[in-house]
């Protein structure tokens, strides 16, 4: 999963207080690429004139307004909560951001997601809470726990389009994999796999399937791809040989 | 490495103009734990007054303000500087931030390190620049690069805390290999590769280094690091049986 589905993922802000946040909301929104911006009962219905939201007009022109989180997230399959971790004991799952942006960039390769984010001063109510299948936190002190709203935003959406890969070399070295890369990998490593009797790793679906999911958890590199296929392919050469 | 020595980081400003701006930095830091603030030459003298930074009255006023980035980063033996992508060619490695917070974590568990961040209309400068080892860009579009100072010390700072482990699962499932556990892997493949004749990875210390390089790259969590053990001692006892 290279690049997170953009177009497919709403930020919801309740009843949000201060016109100025809701521009610094539009700009985070613009700097990662993502523009579906949707407000539900804005505390300023004129917010839109009020706001300095730099560079990031194109997001406050087209920001849609709502009268309640029913309507503002109809079309979306999953909703995620921004919320605290101190005050509630939650129905729903509750996740660090770093787990709960997996699940939503998951989601949003097949599916229109949004995610909610509360007043300043209140954050979400249980009322809006039971729109959502999960919570988010992000991971602050527990002593100092509340954030600004925009930069909880800023900080939620670069989760969504951080790769992991850029960590661990320079841009171009780090390209992963494409599919059929991994996929010639899953092939070969089926093959060794049972020509060398391994036991869980027979004809059975589920093995292939398990084989296929444990190559893609590797979450392998173009190059580390090309290694893990060569080194297969002078295992299988020597199995067959003998 | 699962937690960043916070204590050893400083955030340092140079040429602030807006003094909401100071605060809501100072907020993000007492969010994500970070508490040495840095000022050079900020635009309001009297920035102290003028701030709102909810809950982050320790960090505003523990702040120094300073004349120089000479002098507010002397005491830090690796300094890295927030800037854009676009309009200049450094002379120091750029890394985007992924890997610049592996970089600043990981000289963080020693010595101490800073990060610049400029001025809201002009960014840092070649004069503040020449300070830098490093050069960090958080991967915004380049259609809308800038982004509001606190919210891009907000990121950064997440950055250095986010815990990669917690997003493949909740908690304790998501444990990564001991060095133990790779260290059976490692040798067990090398076996293997050499039983089959891997030309690559021959006898000699160069092979065996890649292979070590090759294993701890699929950075595997516990569970499958045993998978792969499994794999391989099946592999292990075909090669040999025949």
Redesign the interface.
């Known amino acids: 999963m290279n690049t997170v589905a953009k177009a497919g993922l709403a930020v919801v802000l309740v009843e949000t207080r201060n016109p100025l946040n809701i521009g610094?909301v539009a700009?985070?929104m613009?700097?990662?690429?993502f523009f579906e911006l949707r407000l539900v009962r804005p505390y300023e219905p004129s917010f839109r004139e009020a706001v300095s939201a730099?560079?990031?007009a194109p997001v406050m022109a087209a920001a849609r307004v709502f009268d309640s989180v029913a309507e503002a997230v109809a079309d979306c399959t999953f909703v995620a909560a921004a919320t605290g971790l101190s005050h509630r004991e939650p129905s729903q799952p509750a996740?660090?951001?770093?787990?709960a942006?997996?699940l939503l960039r998951r989601h949003l390769q097949s599916a229109r997601a949004a995610i909610l984010f509360g007043s300043e001063k209140h954050g979400l109510g249980n009322e809006h809470l039971q729109f959502a299948q999960m919570l988010l936190h992000?991971?602050?002190?527990a002593e100092?726990?509340?954030?600004?709203l925009?930069?909880a935003v800023?900080?939620t959406l670069?989760?969504l389009?951080?790769?992991?890969a850029?960590?661990?070399?320079?841009?171009a070295e780090a390209e992963r994999a494409g599919s059929a890369a991994l996929e010639r990998a899953t092939l070969l490593?089926e093959e060794?796999?049972q020509?060398?009797?391994?036991?869980?790793?027979g004809q059975e679906t589920a093995a292939t399937l398990k084989t296929h999911e444990?190559v893609r958890?590797?979450?392998?590199?173009a190059r580390?791809a090309a290694?893990l296929t060569?080194?297969l392919r002078?295992?299988r050469?020597?199995?067959k040989e003998?």
């Open positions: 610094a700009r985070a613009s700097n990662f690429g730099v560079g990031a996740y660090r951001l770093e787990r942006g997996r992000i991971p602050t002190r100092h726990e509340s954030m600004n925009a930069q800023a900080v670069y989760e389009i951080r790769q992991p850029m960590a661990r070399s320079s841009g490593l060794v796999l020509t060398a009797g391994h036991t869980d790793y444990f958890r590797l979450n392998l590199s580390d290694i060569g080194m002078q295992i050469w020597k199995l003998s």
